[in-house]
């Protein structure tokens, strides 16, 4: 079946350097990808979408990327701070439907 | 202001007591979508909405009903609550499947 995998383990990363966070899937070729980002006990936030014709998409400090040959893609924060850390989650449309599968996410602490 | 917004935010129930929760969207999305968030599970779709009248399952549809009466509502259906459907509840709107906004959760108890 169509998964979405994040690294389940919480990423520390001390501020100002770059976090780097991965979202792999497998059994099926996503027309896009979106990152997302959710605090503790909130709903989640849309950050970024990047379709597979898109090898990248910047917005301020967020970075995503798309790897078609790799099933995989990468978000990155640059120049990061405490007040990025949150878990990150990954979606797409598994395709054939209106459905949408979500990764578990990772939560990223971002270290003063 | 756009925003989705559920109701109750917190809700303790018994087993098998009807309960329903509304969501209800201000921004004329046609794609709506009710998800369970469980500790390291993630987000599991239960049941989505294409349009008024047009309802899917998702990856969890057991025990939940849904309906799509009005383009705004999208209420969640318990009829038959058990112990395993205690979670954090979370309903989405969006013009599709991208750019999804999220109500505020509503946490849930089935004792």
């Known amino acids: 079946s169509q ?23 497998t059994n099926y070729s996503p027309a896009y990808l979106q990152w997302y980002r959710q605090d503790p006990g909130r709903g989640p936030v849309f950050l970024l979408l990047i379709r597979e014709n898109e090898k990248e998409k910047r917005k301020e400090r967020l970075k995503v990327t798309f790897d078609t040959t790799l099933k995989q893609s990468l978000f ?7 007040a990025d850390s949150a878990t990150y989650l990954c979606a797409s449309p598994p395709g054939g439907n209106y459905q949408l599968i979500w990764g578990a996410g990772t939560k990223l602490i971002i270290k003063p | 202001e756009a925003q989705v ?10 087993t098998g007591k009807k309960l329903t929760v509304t ?4 921004m004329n999305h046609e794609y709506m979508s009710w998800y369970r968030q469980d500790p ?19 990856d969890v549809p057991e025990g939940y009903k849904v309906s799509r009466k009005e383009k705004r509502n999208f209420p969640l259906i318990l009829e038959s609550p058990s112990p395993n459907q205690t979670s954090l509840y979370f309903c989405a709107s969006g013009l599709a499947t991208y750019e999804q906004y999220f109500g505020p959760g509503t946490r849930l108890t089935v004792t």
């Open chain 1, 3 to 25: 998964k979405i995998e994040q690294n389940s383990e919480a990423l520390n990363i001390q501020e100002g350097k770059t976090a780097t966070l991965t979202c792999n899937y």
């Open chain 2, 23 to 26: 969501c209800s969207q201000n």
């Open chain 2, 5 to 14: 917004t559920q109701n109750p935010r917190y809700l303790i129930t018994v």
């Open chain 2, 40 to 58: 390291g599970l993630g987000l599991r779709q239960i049941y989505y909405s294409m349009n008024v009248e047009v309802t899917d399952k998702g």
């Open chain 1, 76 to 82: 990155h924060i640059t120049a990061s701070q405490p």
